[in-house]
Structure formats: structure tokens, C-alpha cells
Nanobody, 126 residues
Framework: QEQPVESGGGLVQAVGSLRLSCAASGGTFINSVVCWFRQAPGKERESVAAIAWNRLATYYSDSVKGRFSISRDNAKNTLYLQMNSLKPEDTDVYYC???????????????????WGQGTQVTVSS
């Protein structure tokens, strides 16, 4: 397995949109739950959205539900996060992570994830 690589972060005005992408090779995403986490300076890393390997189950934190959408293209080994109606409080470093297995247990527990990207900065101005 190889480390996931995020892209698509940047600066956007409030109520705008961004789409994050994450690519992984070496089978990192195969048969794996994948998730987006985020972290601001001085705060704990929190899960934002997760998706099952078969794409039949998705999970969202209450803070982003209805605004963000997670998806994946298993043929391309790529994960996406469509972020709409962005708010200044969405400003964070966003991490793409893979669990390394298909179990949905502990889906919000960062300790359950084995493969972490370097992160991409998202900044939302008011």
C-alpha cells in the first residue's frame, strides 16, 4: 500500500464550493473504507465523511451534513469530497485516509485508519 495523495484544496469565499480529490495506488483503497478527516491548529482531528468500499454506505459529521458529499471511483482508486456552502469554520487541513479493511466498525475513530495522506489546506474567507 502507498500513501494517499490529496489535491484540490485552496482559498474560497464563504458559500462557495471546492472539490477535493485523493488518489492512491498500490491497493490502498481496495476493499477499504475511506474517510476524510480535518484538523485545525490546536484542535483534535475529526472525521468529516466516510464511505464504504461498495459505496452503499456513507457517513457524515453533523457539521457538514447536507453540504458535503463523499464519493469514490474504485476503478480509478480515487476518493472525492464535494464541499458546498462553505463556511469560515470549515477552514482546516483535510486528510484523506484509508482504513485498510472493509469493516464499518469504528468508522469515526482515527485510530482505526492505517493510511494517511499529507493533507490539503482549505481556507474559507468570510
Amino acid at each position: 500500500q502507498e500513501q494517499p495523495v490529496e489535491s484540490g484544496g485552496g482559498l474560497v469565499q464563504a458559500v462557495g464550493s471546492l472539490r477535493l480529490s485523493c488518489a492512491a495506488s498500490g491497493g490502498t483503497f481496495i476493499n477499504s473504507v475511506v474517510c476524510w478527516f480535518r484538523q485545525a491548529p490546536g484542535k483534535e482531528r475529526e472525521s468529516v465523511a466516510a464511505i464504504a468500499w461498495n459505496r452503499l454506505a456513507t457517513y457524515y459529521s453533523d457539521s457538514v451534513k447536507g453540504r458535503f458529499s463523499i464519493s469514490r471511483d474504485n476503478a480509478k482508486n480515487t476518493l472525492y469530497l464535494q464541499m458546498n456552502s462553505l463556511k469560515p469554520e470549515d477552514t482546516d487541513v483535510y486528510y484523506c485516509v484509508a482504513k485498510g479493511n472493509s469493516s464499518l466498525l469504528g468508522i469515526y475513530d482515527r485510530g482505526r485508519y492505517s493510511y494517511w495522506g499529507q493533507g490539503t489546506q482549505v481556507t474559507v474567507s468570510s
